[in-house]
C-alpha cells in the first residue's frame, strides 16, 4: 500500500503567486465598514478627519453599528440605551475584586481581565447564543456600554479605592469618554480632557481587516457567539505588535528619557538601538507607507493638554518630535497612531496598562460590527498554507 506524501496545500504553479507572509497584500473578504486607504481613513464613507472634527465617538458608534448616520431622536436613543446598559453585573464586581491582588502582583494584567470579564458577561447575557441580526445589536450595545466600567472599576481595585457608583455604572449625565475617566479616576474630567479622549475613541474605534478584527471574523466565521469572538479580538489586541503596541510606545520614550537623565542623547539612544535591532515601538503600519493619518489628530490634541501643564509634560512631545525625525530621516518610517496616543495619555494621567483596554473600549464598536457583517453573509475563514515540514517517512525504519 502506497503512503500518501505531505505536500502543500497550494499547487506548485500557483504556490508563488498565493503564498504571501503575514498574508500581506492578500485580499480575505469584504467588507461595508471601513476602507483604509493611502489618501485617507474611512468608516462607511466618513473620512476619519470629518469625523474627528464634528462627530461625537457616540455618533461613530451608532454609524458603525447601525449603519447609517443617527438623526437627532435616534442618536438620543442609542445614548439611551448605553447609559441604561452601563452597570456591571453583581458577579463581574465580584470577579474584579477578587483579582485585585492578582492585578497588584502583576500577576494579571488588565487586558486579561478585561477579556475574562467579558466572557462572565457571556454567561449571563440572555442573548449570547443567538446570533440573529436583532440579537446582535443588542449585545453590541451591552458590551460597549459596560466597557468602561469594566476598565474604571478594575482601576478602582488597583487603587484601593471603593468603586464609582457601581449601581449605574458611572454618571448617566456624562459621556461615554468623560464616564470612562470618572470611574476611573473618581473625578469628572475638563471639556479639554473629555473632548481628546472622545476623539481618541473615534480613532480607534475601527481599521479594516486589522489582526484583531480578522481573529474576531475567523470565530464569527465558524458561527461562534459575538462574546466569544470579542475574547479572541481582545487576545489578539493584547499583543505589543497590535494594540498593546501604545503602552510599549511609552514605555521606550521612558527609557529614552531615563537614557538622556544619565547624561545621555536621544540620537545616542536611537543609534544604539538600530545597532542592537532594538524593536521601536509606535512606528510603521502594514498598510499606510506615508503615515498614518490618524497620528497627527491625536498628537495635536495631546500636546496642547501638555502646553498648558508645563515643560515637565511638554518635553515628552518634544522628545517624541526629535524621535520620530530619526526615524523618517534614517528608516523613513512615519509613527503610526499608537506613538503619539501613549504621550497623550501619559501627560493626562492615564496608567500605563490601561491604554489597551481604553482601546478595547472604542474598538469594540467596530468588533461587534465585522462580527455582525460576518453573521450576516458567512463563509468559514480557512487559508491555505505551504507544508515545509519532513518529507515522508516510515515510522518503523
Not at 102 to 109: H, I, Q, R, S
Not at 298 to 314: C, N, V, W
Request: with cysteine; hydrophobic share 40%.
Amino acid at each position: 500500500m502506497s503512503i500518501a506524501t505531505p505536500t502543500s496545500n497550494v499547487s506548485k504553479e500557483s504556490e508563488e503567486a498565493i503564498f504571501s507572509r503575514g498574508l500581506e497584500g492578500i485580499v480575505a473578504g469584504e467588507t461595508a465598514i471601513c476602507s483604509i486607504e493611502q489618501g485617507g481613513l474611512f468608516y462607511r464613507g466618513y473620512e476619519i478627519h470629518d469625523l474627528a472634527k464634528n462627530a461625537t465617538f457616540e455618533e461613530v458608534a451608532f454609524v458603525l453599528l447601525e449603519g447609517h448616520k443617527p438623526s437627532a431622536a435616534e442618536l438620543a436613543r442609542f445614548k439611551g440605551e448605553l447609559v441604561a446598559e452601563r452597570a456591571l453585573p453583581p458577579s463581574v464586581i465580584a470577579f474584579l475584586r477578587e483579582t485585585g491582588p492578582a492585578l497588584k502582583a502583576g500577576t494579571a494584567v488588565p487586558m486579561d481581565v478585561c477579556r475574562t470579564a467579558i466572557g462572565i458577561l457571556g454567561h449571563i447575557d440572555v442573548d449570547c447564543q443567538d446570533n440573529t441580526a436583532a440579537a446582535n445589536l443588542r449585545k453590541s450595545k451591552r458590551l460597549l456600554a459596560r466597557c468602561p466600567a469594566i476598565i474604571g472599576h478594575m482601576q478602582s481595585v488597583i487603587d484601593g479605592r471603593e468603586l464609582i457608583e457601581p449601581a449605574t455604572g458611572g454618571d448617566p449625565k456624562l459621556s461615554h469618554a468623560a464616564n470612562l475617566l470618572y470611574l476611573m479616576t473618581g473625578k469628572k474630567p475638563s471639556a479639554q480632557f473629555e473632548h481628546c479622549v472622545d476623539v481618541s475613541l473615534i480613532l480607534y474605534a475601527e481599521h479594516d481587516f486589522n489582526a484583531s478584527t480578522f481573529a474576531c471574523r475567523v470565530i464569527a466565521g465558524t458561527l461562534s457567539d459575538m462574546h466569544g469572538a470579542v475574547c479572541g479580538g481582545i487576545a489578539a489586541l493584547k499583543g505589543p505588535l497590535h494594540g498593546g503596541a501604545n503602552e510599549a510606545a511609552m514605555e521606550m520614550l521612558k527609557r529614552i528619557d531615563k537614557h538622556v537623565q544619565g547624561g545621555g542623547t536621544v540620537e545616542g539612544y536611537m543609534q544604539r538601538a538600530f545597532e542592537t535591532k532594538e524593536k521601536l515601538m509606535g512606528f510603521g503600519h502594514r498598510v499606510y507607507k506615508n503615515g498614518d493619518h490618524r497620528a497627527p489628530i491625536l498628537g495635536a490634541l495631546g500636546r496642547e493638554i501638555a502646553k498648558g501643564q508645563g515643560p515637565e509634560s511638554l518635553k515628552w512631545f518634544e522628545m517624541g518630535d526629535r524621535v520620530q525625525k530619526i526615524m523618517l530621516d534614517q528608516k523613513k518610517i512615519h509613527p503610526n497612531v499608537d506613538f503619539p496616543c501613549g504621550m497623550t495619555y501619559f501627560v493626562m494621567g492615564i496608567p500605563v496598562p490601561q491604554y489597551t483596554p481604553i482601546f478595547v473600549a472604542s474598538r469594540l464598536s467596530g468588533w461587534c460590527s465585522h462580527i455582525m457583517e460576518q453573521h450576516a453573509n458567512n463563509r468559514i475563514i480557512r487559508p491555505l498554507s505551504r507544508y515545509i515540514g519532513e518529507p515522508t517517512r516510515s515510522w518503523n525504519s
